[in-house]
């Protein structure tokens, strides 16, 4: 047994599929299908149950592949520790971002990163929270953007900026005359995502606490995945919503009108990642990056 056999392992458990299992690897299907083989002939036991149109894993397999990831991440931390001791800031960070704030924030901090640290390179992954906490705590992320508290103390995260949130109209709203909006009057019609984004807890809350429980938001038949479609169905007249400021350029190039909040509603972004990942002098420089940017993006 090796680790290359757990890596075709641990992929097809992720995959369900060994045609695509390997091209993850960058295999072939015989190269992996016949490791797997071998795996299970060393071991005695059967890991996958197999035809021509279904791979489940079996119950001992199950067991055997929360081993086998633990054997790979400490593979991986050797690994990653001999590269870091050579330049922290060379080669890819697997950076996790959720979906409300990686098409606002990345593409500013994209350029100035690569002029101050040219050999750092950003690679992007976006999901919601729980999918990304789950990926940076099985180090398929080294660090992951977010916008609410992390309960998991096995974690390290650092404050980067508070987010105010704005109001979002259509045009023509009869709110859309105020210079400020009582978020509590927005809930009538107040669009948010589907549940499982952050934002959509936040937007209740934000309700909440202006006097209107989350619970009493009338439930509107919608399952919006992106701010882009609740952005789009604003400028359609369908309802309001509540737009962090950094999407605030994108939804006006849609005639969304935007009116700040009275009172405070806003969320913070935080930067999450393992203690023990062995190359905090790039998570320094993405910090770094990041509140300048801010700092010069105040105006947004």
Not at 5 to 24: I, K, N
């Amino acid at each position: 047994m090796n680790l290359q056999e757990l890596s075709y392992f641990v992929a097809v458990a992720e995959h369900r599929h060994f045609g695509r299992a390997a091209q993850a690897c960058h295999v072939s299907q015989p190269t992996l299908s016949g490791q797997l083989l071998k795996l299970e002939q060393q071991l005695g036991v059967t890991l996958f149950e197999r035809d021509n149109r279904h791979v489940s894993i079996t119950p001992v397999g199950a067991k055997i592949l929360e081993h086998a990831r633990r054997a790979l991440e400490a593979a991986g931390l050797v690994e990653s520790l001999a590269k870091a001791s050579q330049d922290q800031l060379a080669g890819p960070l697997k950076l996790g971002v959720i979906p409300t704030l990686a098409p606002y924030l990345i593409p500013l901090i994209l350029g100035p990163l690569g002029e101050a640290y040219p050999r750092l390179t950003i690679e992007l992954w976006e999901d919601i929270t729980v999918s990304l906490l789950e990926r940076l705590r099985s180090q398929r992320l080294d660090a992951v953007l977010l916008a609410t508290a992390v309960p998991e103390s096995d974690l390290t995260t650092v404050d980067l900026f508070d987010e105010p949130f704005l109001a979002a109209l259509p045009r023509g709203h009869p709110l859309a005359s105020r210079k400020k909006i009582d978020v509590a009057d927005l809930a009538d019609d107040l669009l948010v995502l589907a549940d499982g984004h952050c934002l959509a807890g936040q937007a209740r809350e934000a309700c909440g606490r202006s006097g209107r429980s989350g619970d009493a938001l009338p439930q509107r038949p919608l399952q919006a995945a992106s701010l882009e479609t609740l952005a789009n169905l604003v400028a359609a007249g369908y309802g309001t919503t509540l737009a962090p400021q950094l999407a605030a350029s994108s939804m006006e190039q849609r005639g969304v009108v935007l009116r700040p909040l009275i009172g405070k509603a806003s969320r913070t972004i935080r930067l999450a990642s393992r203690p023990t990942f062995p190359r905090p002098k790039a998570l320094q420089a993405l910090v770094k990056v990041i509140a300048a940017q801010r700092l010069s993006k105040a105006s947004i």
